[in-house]
């Protein structure tokens, strides 16, 4: 029987912005962020989707995505599983670090340089990846009793999977990997297709920079709130 898998990139996160490696590691979403869960939710019920199951990394930032989807397509937070094997990459010493310094993704002299880096530095090598996100996206959808799954993790693990899966996807070459982009797989008989990648119409919040500025690492100022803050404190003093 073909099954539906549907796996989502978590929204947009204050690392998103700032570039900084967010890998087990954790930071709070933006703004901007639970806006793209309102339309990622929307998006889903104009597809007409519903789910059975429900699966989350033990991220927060996945959590509150899935959270927030599900409040957006469903009307209410859909009972989820929380599983660390859906977690992003782990990136040891270069966590939370400005992204540029990162090892590149280019061989060497035929060596994955980034993945043995990466491994020496305290993460995971590309195997490790590659094996603990089909282990558990495979175990999600043998149940029995699973149909249609909604999964949320994160960007780095899901291109991981969707490189794994090549030879039996439908979509060519590498998706952009944005925010709630979601990436749909059927499945049956052990075997995953990849037969659609899509994200929500962000037009209008997707301008960069958490106030729309254009600007990373600025935070909009509420000046209304910032007044009534002062004038609080003056009152107080």
């Given amino acids: 029987m073909k099954k539906l898998l549907y796996a989502m990139r978590h929204c947009e996160t204050l690392f998103n912005v700032q570039h900084k490696s967010q890998g087990w590691c954790d930071s709070p979403i933006t703004p901007r962020g639970v806006e793209q869960c309102r339309l990622a939710g929307e998006e889903l019920v104009r597809r007409g989707m519903t789910f059975d199951h429900f699966y989350s990394s033990t991220s927060e930032r ?8 599900c409040q957006s397509a469903f009307g209410e937070v859909k009972p ?33 340089i980034r993945s043995l880096v990466m491994q020496a530095g305290g993460g995971e090598a590309d195997e490790q990846i590659d094996t603990r996100i089909n282990d558990c996206l495979s175990q999600i959808m043998e149940n029995q009793n699973t149909k249609n799954v909604l999964v949320v993790s994160s960007g780095g693990v899901l291109r991981h ?6 030879d039996t996807s439908r979509v060519k070459g590498m998706p952009s990997n ?10 049956e008989d052990g075997v995953f297709s990849c037969i659609e990648v899509f994200t929500a119409d962000f037009t209008g919040i997707e301008c960069g920079g958490l106030d729309g500025s254009g600007v990373p ?21």
């Fill in 62 to 69: 996945c959590c509150d995505t899935m959270e927030l989807v």
């Fill in 80 to 112: 989820y599983v929380r599983k660390k094997g859906l977690r992003e990459c782990g990136f040891g010493i270069f966590e939370a670090k400005d992204d540029f310094c990162e090892p590149n993704f280019f061989p060497v002299q035929g060596l994955d």
């Fill in 161 to 166: 999977f969707f490189m794994a899966h090549n």
């Fill in 178 to 187: 944005g925010n709630c982009m979601t990436y749909v797989y059927e499945w």
């Fill in 217 to 237: 690492n600025r935070w909009a100022i509420d000046e209304d709130l910032l007044a009534q803050a002062i004038a609080k404190s003056a009152a107080d003093a």
